[in-house]
């Protein structure tokens, strides 16, 4: 059974960080791009960062670029997203995704999804 389970959410302070993990199963996750989104309450799912296949390139929306920092761990079949100088507008649930093929950051291009993690930053 193909699956990803994202972990490492929780309340943070303005200007803290927080690690989020994106463990995959049943499938190698270094053959694909996987990509993290988030979605706010009332807003759209937003494409924030990707992986391309064995790690060869990287693309971070413009609202977390600078501050995100998207890695894999081959060894453990995980992705990681560091997020360093959050801000209240970063809360929101953050998802993992497995891509048909390409780094992209639009959802049309994913076809598998973890549950989501929750990630909220405030004082």
């Known amino acids: 059974q193909l699956q990803l389970v994202e972990s490492g959410g929780g309340l943070v302070q303005p200007g803290g960080s927080l690690r989020l993990s994106c463990a995959a199963s049943g499938f190698t996750l270094d053959y694909y791009g996987i990509g993290w989104f988030r979605q706010a309450p009332g807003k759209e799912r937003e494409g924030i960062s990707c992986t391309s296949r064995y790690g060869r390139s990287s693309m971070y929306a413009d609202s977390v670029k600078g501050r995100f920092t998207i890695s894999r761990d081959n060894a453990k079949n995980t992705v990681y997203l560091q997020m360093n100088s959050l801000k209240p507008e970063d809360t929101a649930v953050y998802y993992c995704?497995?891509?048909?093929?390409?780094?992209?950051?639009?959802?049309?291009?994913?076809?598998?999804w973890g549950q989501g993690t929750q990630v909220t930053v405030s004082s």
């Open positions: 995704a497995k891509s048909r093929n390409y780094c992209s950051l639009y959802v049309s291009e994913y076809n598998l």
